[in-house]
């Protein structure tokens, strides 16, 4: 059995890292951190979308390349390794599985979301959080929105938000457009300046064409695909700043010779590695089984995990072998441990995933 990416692969993820790499650096970041307390490299994301990486997983009757998402979490981990400032999980991840399994309810303005993603002209993004939190009720043909949905992921950059609602006839989802009468965005700062925001609904009005009805599979597939999507990042983020940790401490020196010859400074090392290891193979794991349509919750849940405990103990390693350096935010491995500590917690803490794998464990017939 052959687990290697295909050549058609293995092109994709270089493309990604060469775009990345080149543009992604530690000045340019800089730049953008003192303009803004939350960065969004549009510039960036226009440049991805004309290499054809925002469109990758888009049907070609959009305009994309109509690949799945296994090609699409190789994207989310070259992102992860320059740490880039793109709404890559919110809008990719959300354009994907709209697609898949809605876009014969959503005909209103998905259509045109998905060819916009194609090409980097619009952002998409999902308000996670429990339905209940918002409510959808009818008005004729239409749906009124009322409600709050907090900490969005590029809330307020977004052309088009999913709104998953409560209403008396189950859970629903709406596809809600920016500057839509009545609702209210407000920004919200995180640590590692990805922008988020609130959103409160009063009344927001959407037509039939923007809403899907019995969405609850709809739902726990968006927040499955976010979720692998997240673990793919992380495992991005451990491996670039894991070779960091390795090039700094092959020419740091003491007492005469490089720390990394120091039996104490390999070992703190290679169980960095075995974790980011750890955390990249389940994640690809979690991230294959959704591309080929197949039961997948227990493997997210082993990769929301990984991604959370040993994504955590890996950059504290990092952090450690750097010494003082590592803090430092003149240096970019800072923005590796934030990116990743802001994930442990959109994720939910590693307990947590825990008791949940215990649970179905525990359900499971021996």
């Not at 959080?129 to 809330?155: C, H, M, Q």
């Not at 709809?218 to 976010?226: K, T």
């Not at 980011?276 to 690809?284: G, M, P, Y």
């Not at 919750?297 to 994504?311: L, P, R």
């Amino acid at each position: 059995m052959d687990f290697a990416l295909t050549d058609d692969q293995l092109s994709l993820q270089q493309l990604a890292r060469e775009i990345l790499t080149e543009q992604v650096t530690n000045a340019h970041l800089q730049s953008l951190e003192a303009a803004s307390q939350s960065v969004f490299d549009r510039a960036l994301w226009k440049q991805l979308a004309s290499a054809g990486l925002t469109g990758i997983a888009v049907s070609e009757t959009y305009g994309g390349a109509g690949l799945g998402f296994l090609e699409l979490a190789i994207v989310f981990e070259a992102v992860g390794r320059s740490v880039a400032p793109v709404p890559a999980v919110a809008t990719l991840a959300t354009a994907y599985v709209l697609q898949r399994d809605a876009s014969e309810s959503l005909a209103g303005a998905l259509a045109g979301a998905l060819a916009g993603v194609a090409t980097g002209d619009v952002v998409l993004t999902t308000a996670f959080g429990e339905p209940g939190d918002t409510v959808a009720r009818r008005d004729g043909n239409a749906w009124i929105l009322s409600g709050a949905k907090g900490f969005v992921p590029y809330g307020a950059e977004a052309d088009f938000v999913v709104v998953p609602a409560h209403s008396d006839d189950g859970v629903v989802v709406a596809l809600v457009g920016k500057g839509a009468a009545g609702l209210t965005v407000t920004e919200l700062y995180t640590t590692n300046r990805e922008p988020q925001a609130m959103l409160e609904l009063a009344d927001v009005r959407v037509g039939p064409g923007d809403v899907r009805l019995d969405a609850d599979e709809l739902v726990a597939d968006l927040v499955r695909h976010h979720t692998s999507a997240l673990a793919m990042v992380v495992a991005g983020v451990c491996e670039a700043a894991l070779e960091m940790t390795a090039k700094h401490t092959a020419t740091r020196e003491q007492f005469g010779k490089p720390i990394a010859a120091f039996q104490a400074v390999g070992q703190r090392a290679a169980d960095a590695y075995i974790d980011t290891e750890l955390i990249r193979l389940t994640a690809l794991q979690a991230a294959w089984r959704l591309c080929e349509g197949w039961d997948a919750d227990e493997e997210i849940a082993v990769a929301k995990f990984w991604a959370g405990d040993g994504g955590m103990r890996a950059m504290h390693a990092c952090l450690h072998l750097h010494g003082g350096l590592g803090v430092d935010v003149e240096y970019p491995l800072h923005r590796y441990f934030l990116w990743c500590k802001q994930i442990e917690h959109q994720l939910g803490t590693p307990t947590r995933q825990l008791i949940e794998l215990g649970a179905r464990l525990a359900a499971t017939p021996v």
